[in-house]
């Protein structure tokens, strides 16, 4: 966007094919963060309800046996199913706190183009352009 030169009213095809790239662009990684926070919290939720126990150099983790999808989960390489139950725990909550926070800025982006094609919503400085008119409308 910084390469193009801007023209009023988005009079060049650049401009706004540039435009509208960045936008579908961010509306895209917006979708796409909220997914991966939704199947992180899904996950997140299967790790809080998991009974685990170690078996070999593995761990398996069971649903509880109320569920209808009841299945185990085999965890290979793994020797202390703490790292599981606590460290993987953890990690799935960053990711989702980090998907959520990509997600609003994604929807922060969409906003401004959104305002700034539709509604003239100006992002950048203006301060000598009130100055003046400020200035013009006391000496009249």
Request: proline fraction near 1%; hydrophobic fraction near 45%.
């Amino acid at each position: 966007m910084l390469c193009v030169s801007y023209q009023v009213d988005e009079r060049t095809c650049i401009q706004f094919a540039m435009k509208l790239f960045y936008f579908l662009l961010s509306a895209l990684g917006l979708m796409v963060c909220v997914l991966a926070a939704a199947f992180a919290a899904h996950h997140y939720s299967q790790l809080a309800q998991f009974t685990c126990g170690t078996a070999l150099d593995s761990c398996q983790c069971k649903l509880p046996s109320l569920e209808p999808l009841s299945r185990t989960f085999v965890y290979r390489d793994v020797t202390d199913c703490t790292s599981i139950t606590g460290t993987f725990k953890l990690f799935l909550l960053i990711q989702m706190i980090l998907n959520l926070v990509c997600g609003l800025v994604c929807s922060l982006a969409c906003f401004v183009m959104w305002k700034h094609r539709y509604q003239v919503f100006y992002v950048g400085d203006r301060m000598c352009s009130l100055m003046t008119s400020e200035g013009q409308q006391q000496k009249v």
